[in-house]
């Protein structure tokens, strides 16, 4: 028994996410140590703010990688449910209602998604390349290819504060990642998205009904890219049709950066939420080291092949462990 | 036979196989002369396949000496061998459906015209004349692979074989997918080969076509060779004999205890390919056998009654009360349970933890999973099933084959059931888990389930069963009480001798 709490430690100290967490120290030191304004109050508002909405997708969209699946049409997705809500907005319907409407938006969209994936038993990243392209198209038809500004409309989700401190933006993106946890470690749901990941076949014998559970997966990534589109409605305060795109490969970045396998059956949702404020610091970094902020996105493609490194060397010292 | 039929095409000297330490195969001793059929003969898993994988050149003997014409080779790949003039046709077809026959023949070294394409109409001669040299009428070198039959597209294997100047041709069940009819052109396409010098090692299930055809047997077992008979010395009678002769030690003595009261009825299964109308009756309490050779159908007639696999026809009773199920999930509703013979491709995850796989099926009850609970019943079966596993959480990929077994079992038997379908449980597991095993599928006849054993190894099958139903090319062949047969009989009936 001595060894197996030994392992414990050590399993903690050797994980991705703890791994990430002292990446996320170093850089911030660092980064402090040269612009002092780095640690300070407004400048991790503004890192927590810029991560919420790419969180919520990626915590999403670690249930469907897990399964192994993805979803790339999340970004566009976001775009065509923000111009409905903005455009709702501005012809004065009731904010609640709006958001309501804009979730179920992309729970449809995302059941969708599920449906032809299962259906033409096809790879869903094929799918969901084809769907994207079907959300942009909507979301330009709908707003005529014209920004929807808001004008202060709707922004108590992005500027409300409990007891004048706490954003509600981030209990928002706690929230969201503390149920997706809960679903991951605690819900029959959450053991379907490990089965079926790891072995379909075997998962469809011991009982599981894999064709509704994958889509069920989509569906609950589709609550989460919902909320998101909700809350960067209400920060950005305007939409247009290519508003969130991109925000797709960031979310699944995040969640390769974060330790979860791209062949599906490992990985969680802790990794991911880590992924998601390094990316989110890193680019507010970059601002403020003066670098020129054309290396931004190599420096996204290096951190993600460098969290890729450290997935294979953990796996090969389990390996060797063995 | 030509006049030099002494001269040696192949000399396998004492060759040994081990892996990890556990000897496959032993001391082998054969030789193949020019125009001789050499059959490889034994049950499923004797070392058949190990010995023409090592002939082959895919596995490398791990002692011995292999001979190919005289001369003794190190560190061939199968390239080299197969350049050597050294052809395997396995039984699962090796060719590109969307290519002729001719481009199939000529696959890997086309021949070129002067402008560097292929040159089509040359090579579609050549296989023409290939054909025609061994009476194959019936297929042209312009054909299209998808046109022909199996039987046809087994041939053109051996042409391709010949094409590349096969001298010794090794054929690995090369009728077990054909009727009697294409059986027979094939069988004399095989003498005609043998009247070509050609040395032909041949395995087959079927006893009558290996006196039909074979002039040699190497009779093999448990990765020992029994004996080499000439033809001419022997009957079939004494080659299944050879087959099977073993102590009686590799016997498990099971327990017999009171056969229940409650009747399974498995009314005519039929999926008019693999499974051809099996009805059949077994006892609670009862431990039903199912033997044959692979491909008998009785994985598929298992898979069928779990809901596993389509069938035409077929209904599942428990007394009166209908339990067909139509899924897998319906089946666990109904408490039927399968293991199936695919460990790792359909029974575990391999990359989660022992405690998941123990616990997948059950907790499919409740959306909200009680962890606390979730341990204590994973480490409850961790003790009762002795896995021996570092704690819960280990991946089950790092347990052995005997204890990755058990999980499956305690993961079948954490919610009561009524029918338990076990497809062959003790493959690649070692004797001690082996035993273990055979308590726990005991431990539920005795609690007056239904338990149906599909098995391939005899003596376990004999020692286990109550009764056994003997399958052949899909049919239900006969039921009979494992007290009041041998495995001489018992492999009769499978092979429909």
């Known amino acids: 028994m001595k060894k197996s709490s030994k392992s414990g430690v050590l399993k903690i100290i050797t994980s991705q996410p703890f791994i990430l967490f002292l990446l996320i120290i170093i850089v911030a030191v660092v980064t402090n140590s040269i612009n002092s304004k780095f640690l300070t109050w407004v400048t991790i508002n503004s890192i927590l703010g810029q991560a919420a909405g790419l969180g919520l997708v990626s915590a999403g969209a670690t249930i469907l990688v897990i399964s192994g699946h993805f979803d790339i049409s999340t970004g566009r997705m976001v775009g065509l449910a923000m111009c409905a809500m903005a455009i709702m907005l501005n012809n004065g319907m009731n904010p609640v209602m709006v958001s309501v409407i804009g979730v179920l938006i992309c729970v449809i969209c995302s059941i969708m998604n599920g449906i032809f994936t299962v259906a033409f038993k096809a790879p869903s990243f094929v799918v969901t390349l084809a769907t994207q392209n079907i959300f942009y198209s909507i979301a330009l038809l709908l707003t005529n290819g014209y920004m929807q500004t808001l004008y202060g409309n709707y922004r108590s989700i992005a500027s409300h504060k409990f007891f004048g401190i706490i954003p509600l933006l981030y209990i928002i993106l706690l929230v969201g990642f503390a149920i997706t946890y809960y679903i991951l470690k605690h819900t029959r749901t959450g053991r379907q998205v490990y089965a079926i990941g790891t072995n379909e076949r075997a998962a469809y014998i011991s009982g599981l009904n894999v064709k509704w559970n994958k889509i069920k997966f989509f569906a609950i990534s589709g609550v989460l890219v919902g909320i998101a589109s909700m809350v960067m409605l209400s920060r950005i305060s305007a939409a247009q049709a290519t508003t969130g795109y991109g925000m797709e490969t960031e979310a699944i970045g995040a969640v390769v950066i974060g330790g979860s396998s791209i062949n599906g059956g490992k990985g969680g949702v802790v990794g991911t939420f880590v992924g998601v404020i390094l990316l989110s610091m890193i680019s507010t970094a970059i601002n403020m080291l003066h670098i020129n902020a054309f290396y931004e996105y190599m420096i996204y493609g290096i951190i993600i092949i460098m969290a890729l490194a450290i997935t294979a060397i953990r796996n090969y010292s389990v390996e060797k462990a063995n | ?497």
Do not use: W
Not at chain 2, 227 to 253: C, L, W
Not at chain 2, 268 to 291: A, C, M, P, W
């Open chain 2, 1 to 497: 036979m030509s006049g030099d039929s002494m001269e040696k095409l192949l000399e396998i000297e004492n060759v040994t196989k081990s892996y990890a330490g556990v000897q496959v195969l032993k001391n082998v001793n054969i030789t193949l002369s020019m125009g001789e059929v050499l059959c490889f003969v034994g049950e499923n898993g004797a070392g058949k396949s190990t010995l023409i994988k090592i002939i082959a050149g895919d596995i490398q003997a791990s002692g011995g000496v292999v001979r190919y014409f005289g001369k003794e080779y190190e560190n061939t790949s199968p390239k080299q061998i197969i350049d050597m003039g050294v052809s395997t046709i396995y039984q699962d077809i090796d060719l590109v459906d969307n290519l002729t026959v001719s481009d199939n023949v000529f696959l890997g070294c086309e021949m070129r015209n002067k402008a560097g394409f292929i040159n089509t109409k040359e090579q579609e001669k050549k296989t023409d004349s290939l054909i025609e040299k061994l009476h194959l009428n019936e297929i042209k070198g312009s054909d299209m692979l998808t046109e022909l039959s199996t039987a046809q597209k087994q041939c053109v294997q051996i042409v391709k074989a010949l094409h590349n100047n096969a001298k010794i041709l090794i054929l690995d069940e090369p009728t077990a997918s054909l009727g009697d009819k294409e059986k027979k052109s094939l069988l004399a396409l095989v003498k005609e080969l043998t009247s070509q010098g050609i040395g032909i090692i041949y395995i087959s299930h079927f006893i009558d076509e290996l006196f039909e055809i074979g002039d040699t047997f190497l009779i093999l077992k448990d990765g020992e060779q029994v004996t080499v008979r000439r033809k001419e010395d022997t009957t079939p009678d004494q080659i299944i004999h050879d087959m099977i002769g073993r102590d009686a030690s590799n016997f498990y003595k099971r327990e017999y205890f009171e056969i229940g009261k409650r009747v399974l009825k498995i009314e005519h299964y039929d999926n008019r390919k693999t499974v051809q109308d099996v009805t059949l009756e077994i006892k609670s309490g009862e431990v039903f056998g199912l033997g044959g050779l692979i491909g008998a159908g009785r994985t598929e007639l298992a898979r069928m009654i779990y809901g596993l696999d389509k069938k035409k026809k077929g209904h599942l009773y428990i007394d009166a009360k209908e339990i067909t199920p139509k899924a897998p999930k319906d089946a666990l509703n109904k408490g039927i349970f399968m293991i199936s013979e695919d460990r790792k491709g359909e029974g575990l995850l391999m990359a989660r933890s022992v405690k998941e796989n123990i616990m997948i099926t059950h907790n499919e009850k409740h959306e909200i999973i009680n962890l606390k609970k979730e341990k204590e019943i994973t480490d409850k079966n961790i003790s009762a099933y002795r896995v021996k596993t570092v704690d819960r959480d280990t991946l089950i990929s790092n347990l052995s084959g005997g204890n990755q077994q058990k999980t499956i079992i305690a993961r079948c038997t954490i919610d009561d059931g009524e029918v338990y379908i076990f497809d062959e449980p003790t493959k690649g597991v070692d004797i001690g888990a082996k035993e273990e095993i055979y308590e726990h599928i005991l431990n539920l006849a005795k609690k007056d389930k239904f338990v149906i054993l599909i098995s391939s190894d005899m003596p376990e099958l004999l020692s286990m069963s109550d009764r056994i139903g003997v399958m052949c090319s899909g049919k239900l062949v006969e039921v009979v009480n494992s007290q009041e047969t041998s495995e001489d009989k018992l492999m009769k009936k499978y092979l429909g001798y």
